[in-house]
């Protein structure tokens, strides 16, 4: 098995939640907007989305999008979704909200020619969604005392918002605190050369 990621992507996520399922996996940074391998392949040829991450199986197959990803790996390790009659959905749920939501508000942080003032409209946006998510973190973890394949996602999500001025509501601070310190975490930081 092999992901595709790029530094500090979305795809550390990825990164995060197969070291906690305990399954081994090779790893290929991806240089962007070159879309260039660090082999020296064509990104574009290998994913023509072009953008991280990717997953490619042991068969061959590729699933592509962190929603997609992250799905495959809990249904590979049940301890990384909820239990109960609902806790597939709920994960889910908070999957599409971290994608469409959180992850999407980000956009103009990472575009070029952007207006502090659209920045700015940025914070906002990002700060009333994870407002609804702290509102909702009753444990440990987004979904419950147990640690999901979600909570890899919001990490990153989180360490997102610090550089870009996006002031995290105290739950989700202590969150990121209690993720932070999870040897996981650390690790797969410290395999991209970030650290917390």
Known sequence: MKLYYAIGA?????????????MPCDFERVELPERVTETGADYAAINPKGYVPALILDGGEMITENVAILSWIAEQSPKLRPEGPLGWFRLLEALAY?????HKSFHPFFTPGVTED????????????????????SDAFLLGPQLTVA?????????WAKPNGVVLPPPLAAFYERMKARPTVAAALAGEGLYA
Do not use: H, N, P, W
């Open 98 to 102: 971290i994608s469409t939501e959180v």
């Open 151 to 159: 909570d890899a996602y919001l990490f990153v999500m989180l360490r």
């Open 118 to 137: 659209e920045k700015q409209a940025a914070r906002e946006l990002v700060g009333r969604r994870l407002d609804y998510l702290a509102a909702g973190l």
């Open 10 to 22: 979305c795809s550390l996520a990825d990164k995060i939640a197969l070291a906690e399922a305990e």
